[in-house]
């Protein structure tokens, strides 16, 4: 089966995971390509026809060993209609747990066929220059190996002659999988003389936990911990030092800092 177009659907508050995604999508090597975006409320999303060589390349991050919640959210609003999935989970150096296994089962119960997939390592949300956790990956070699990736499925899709010819695609992971994070009322401290109100953080936040009044405001029942703000923030006026997220940093900085490469399944 030829691999005639591409569509890529990601939830990526702090970009890592669309950049892999895409690098993937380039591996394919489709003559059409078309992004769809899910991070932000209100995204469109995308459409599948169910013709043959259609493939779609769904990414998330992991949080806490799961595909975060607000991610089934939105992807539970997409019909696959048989079209092939590669299947990209992006985790801060620590582990992807049960994420990647559950998205494949989820794939599957949304009408797509995974037939590849891979766990990447991101830069991790809680890391800081000061307490690095994957600082600056994917870097050109994650790139680099997930558009290797994209080629080998690509050849995989060739060797096949339909969409449900010979594909059983097995990952890691555990049924039931583990328990998520059961997050506390949590969100990044904001330095009010450093706000400007210049709206960046509202802009990118997922799940419009945040609001403009003067200054930014957060409700941290909303709040996904994403650390999106933070990155967008462009007087660095948001931080997560003093919270119990800054002493998990710690930890995992310093149990958790040794490289991890790629781990892909076909």
């Not at 459409?47 to 959210?73: N, W």
Request: aromatic share 6%; with cysteine; net charge neutral.
């Amino acid at each position: 089966m030829k691999t005639r177009t591409v569509q890529t659907v990601c939830f990526s508050p702090t970009r890592t995971t669309k950049r892999l995604v895409a690098a993937v999508a380039a591996g394919l090597g489709a003559a059409s390509v078309k992004d769809w975006d899910l991070t932000l409320r209100g995204a469109q999303a995308p459409v599948f026809s169910g013709e043959a060589g259609e493939i779609a390349v769904i990414g998330v991050p992991v949080y806490a060993g799961r595909v975060p919640a607000v991610a089934v959210q939105r992807l539970r609003t997409i019909q696959g209609r048989g079209a092939l999935a590669v299947l990209v989970v992006t985790y801060g150096n620590r582990h992807y747990d049960d994420a990647l296994i559950e998205l494949a089962d989820l794939s599957r119960e949304l009408g797509f066929v995974p037939v590849a997939g891979g766990a990447f390592v991101a830069e991790h949300s809680f890391s800081t220059p000061e307490l690095p956790v994957a600082q600056g990956r994917p870097d050109a070699s994650d790139s680099d190996k997930a558009t290797a990736f994209g080629r080998q499925t690509a050849a995989k899709i060739l060797a096949l002659a339909s969409a449900t010819d010979g594909v059983e695609l097995e990952v890691p992971g555990n049924r039931p999988y583990k328990e998520g994070w059961n997050k506390p009322p949590l969100k990044p401290l904001l330095d009010e003389r450093l706000c400007t109100a210049c709206g960046e953080c509202a802009a990118v936040c997922p799940v419009g936990a945040i609001s403009i009044n003067g200054v930014a405001t957060t409700d941290d029942t909303l709040c996904i911990v994403c650390a999106a703000c933070i990155r967008a923030c462009p007087s660095q006026g948001r931080s997560f030092m003093g919270t119990p997220i800054a002493e998990l940093n710690q930890k995992l900085n310093t149990h958790f800092s040794t490289r991890r490469e790629p781990e892909l399944f076909f």
